[in-house]
Structure formats: structure tokens, C-alpha cells
């Protein structure tokens, strides 16, 4: 299947989800990522900040603040489509940048090696259950993937799981999904 077609029909179908179904398939996601050990005993954790449809992360986000944990957000830079992680302390350390996606304000965090990453939640709009992932088409991720040493999640609602997704040659999967449903190990490091 097209990418582009398969970006455009998943994104309606996150658009036809209730408010309700919404906020309990979060819920119950974060409840499952919050019971595994890799979050437990990780210390610095990245995450998008979540828009639209994408299972909410502001939760996980406060969740990680309250444990202790270092949070860490990227800032996408367009001319090189290079990521960089900057500590979050605060929700108000956000600014609105292109299509109304919040980053952090570099004027207002301090960047962080990504060595120091112990789990990454990388985000998508479809997965299959090797792992792999269709992202929304910038290929920041996949970019940052090649060299990232720590764990990795998705976390997706069991409407985007697939029986496969379009993956070129450079494509990396995830290590496990959380679905409101289950949990999917696809490989360990």
C-alpha cells in the first residue's frame, strides 16, 4: 500500500475515535507502559509531546515528573531533519513550532546527550507487530534510530496495528507496542 494513503486512512480513522474512547485507551496504555520494568528503572525518559489523535503523552509526562525521572523532548531541525533531546521541567518550557507541534524552547532547556536516554517512546501512526513502524513522513526518527543504544516503545491504539506496514531498507523496528489491549515484545537488545 502507498504511504501517503495509508498516513491519509489512518489519520481518519484516529479521527472517528470518541473523546471517550480516546482518554481510557490512553489510560490504560499508560497503565500498561507504567508496569514494565524498562519504564520502572528507567531514569531519563524521551517522549513526543502528543497532538490530535496520538495516544496522550502530557499524562506520561507528569508521571515521569512525579517519579523522579528526567524527561527529555526533541526539537526537530528541518534543514537537516536531525532531532535533538532537551530536558523538560515544565510544560511552559514548550513553544508551538510548524503544524502546531510542541518542542521544547532551546532558549529555555538544556539539551541532553542521547547516550543518556534510557527509554525512548517513539511515536507513529501505524505499526505491525514485527515492529516497524509507518511515522508521518519527516524520517526524524528513523534518522535517530540508527544510533540510539536504549530501549524502545511505541504506543499506539490496537486501530493501528497492522498486518504490515511499507518499510524501505533503512527502517528500524521497535522493541515492544502497547496497545489498550496488549503488550507486543517484537525483539530485545
Known amino acids: 500500500m502507498d504511504k501517503q494513503l495509508l498516513r491519509h486512512n489512518m489519520k ?100 541532553v546527550d542521547s547516550k543518556t536516554i534510557d527509554l525512548l517512546i517513539v511515536p507513529g501512526l501505524a505499526f505491525d507487530k514485527r515492529g516497524y513502524r509507518l511515522g508521518f513522513g519527516g524520517g526524524y526518527f528513523d534518522r535517530f534510530l540508527e544510533n540510539f543504544e536504549g530501549e524502545t516503545v511505541a504506543l499506539l491504539f490496537s486501530q493501528q496495528l497492522l498486518t504490515e506496514v511499507p518499510r524501505e531498507v533503512y527502517d528500524l523496528p521497535v522493541q515492544q507496542l502497547i496497545t489498550e489491549k496488549e503488550i507486543y515484545t517484537c525483539f530485545s537488545k
Open 12 to 111: 481518519e480513522v484516529l479521527a472517528s475515535m470518541s473523546k471517550l474512547e480516546y482518554e481510557q485507551y490512553s489510560f490504560q496504555i499508560a497503565q500498561r507502559l507504567f508496569s514494565l520494568p524498562l519504564w520502572q528503572s528507567a531514569e531519563t525518559i524521551a517522549v513526543t509531546v502528543s497532538r490530535l489523535r496520538e495516544v496522550n503523552t502530557w499524562s506520561l509526562i507528569t508521571r515521569g515528573w512525579e517519579e523522579g525521572k528526567k524527561v527529555v523532548v526533541p526539537k526537530c531541525y528541518p534543514v537537516d531533519r536531525s532531532m535533538k533531546y532537551y530536558e523538560l521541567t515544565s510544560f511552559c518550557e514548550l513553544e508551538t513550532v510548524y503544524s502546531g507541534l510542541y518542542e521544547p524552547d532551546p532558549a529555555r532547556t538544556n539539551d
